[in-house]
């Protein structure tokens, strides 16, 4: 009433409980808590084993003078933190300043498996609206690797940019301290770089623009693109 309110919620199921959130709003702005439990839920195990036994995620919106919303948000897992924050244009939920956002977490083991890596950060700016945005930002992965290859960092800019239904991603990975008894420590050595250039067009083709690694004794060009009845690659070795 009056332009503000409260709100509770839960879900169960059985004895679990597996949601719970609450939030208040005024005509200035608003703020919600919800708590996710994994644990002890059989539908829920996979995300039990990469985020941890719950997750919580908190929102706060203000009401600038100018009519912009004051974005903070924030969701947090035993292995994973995303966290928002910015001005988006209102009434649309868009923004030409840009959301900034940070995602971290302590193993990328846990979360995407085996060889993936150990801490990881991504750090990028937000800007355009629902259906025509672009993202700039930054990775930083500890300790990746393949089979008995496996390198000390990996990190550089990835770009990602969806307009008229086509998305774009490039991204472009120095690896660092590279090391194994194996096949491909010989071919990638200590310092080997990846970069690509990919797309998935409105009509659902994906396209690989660029691929290319550059190793110590290696060397990787290629392109191609995939449909629904063929998938064409060219490249050199």
């Keep these: 009433q009056g332009g503000q309110g409260a709100f509770q919620a839960s879900a169960t199921s059985g004895a679990l409980t597996p949601l719970k959130a609450s939030g208040r709003w005024t005509p200035v702005g608003g703020s919600a808590e919800a708590v996710l439990a994994f644990k002890g839920s059989d539908l829920l195990e996979p995300l039990a084993r990469r985020l941890g036994d719950q997750a919580t995620a ?16 924030k969701v947090q897992a035993d292995t994973l933190t995303l966290a928002v924050s910015g001005l988006l244009d209102s009434p649309a939920a868009s923004s030409k300043s840009g959301l900034k956002f940070n995602l971290a977490s302590a193993s990328a083991d846990r979360l995407a498996g085996r060889g993936a890596g150990g801490a990881a950060r991504f750090d990028g700016v937000w800007r355009g609206t629902l259906g025509d945005w ?10 990746p690797g393949v089979d008995d290859y496996r ?14 239904g086509r998305l774009d ?3 472009d990975l120095q690896g660092a301290g590279g090391q194994g008894p194996g096949l491909l420590a010989a071919l990638l050595g200590q310092r080997p770089r990846l970069r690509l250039e990919l797309a998935r067009t409105a009509d659902g083709r994906l396209l690989a623009q660029r691929i290319d690694l550059a190793g110590a004794d290696l060397a990787i060009n290629g392109q191609g693109g995939a449909g629904l009845e063929r998938t064409d690659l060219i490249g050199d070795v």
């Design 134 to 143: 672009r993202i700039d930002g930054a990775l930083d992965l500890k300790a």
């Design 151 to 164: 390198l000390v960092q990996v990190a550089g800019p990835l770009t990602a940019r969806l307009y008229g």
């Design 169 to 171: 991603a490039s991204a």
């Design 58 to 73: 908190r929102v706060a919106v203000s009401r600038q003078a100018d009519g912009r919303l004051d974005l903070d948000a």
